[in-house]
């Protein structure tokens, strides 16, 4: 799932600024939302 989030960003390389770690963390954070049944996106 990962992978395919990352090819879809459309990007061949990771921004400086934006880190794997951070990455994993925010996506890790996503999916523990997610499986709680309580997200709420905000743009």
């Known amino acids: 799932m990962k992978?395919?989030?990352l090819?879809?960003?459309g990007r061949p390389h990771i921004d400086s600024?934006?880190?794997i770690e951070q990455f994993d963390t925010a996506y890790?954070?996503?999916e523990s939302?997610?499986?709680s049944g309580t997200v709420i996106?905000?743009?």
């Open 33 to 35: 939302r997610q499986a």
């Open 3 to 5: 992978a395919l989030v």
């Open 17 to 19: 600024t934006f880190s």
């Open 28 to 30: 890790a954070w996503l």
């Open 41 to 43: 996106f905000r743009l």
């Open 7 to 9: 090819k879809q960003s």
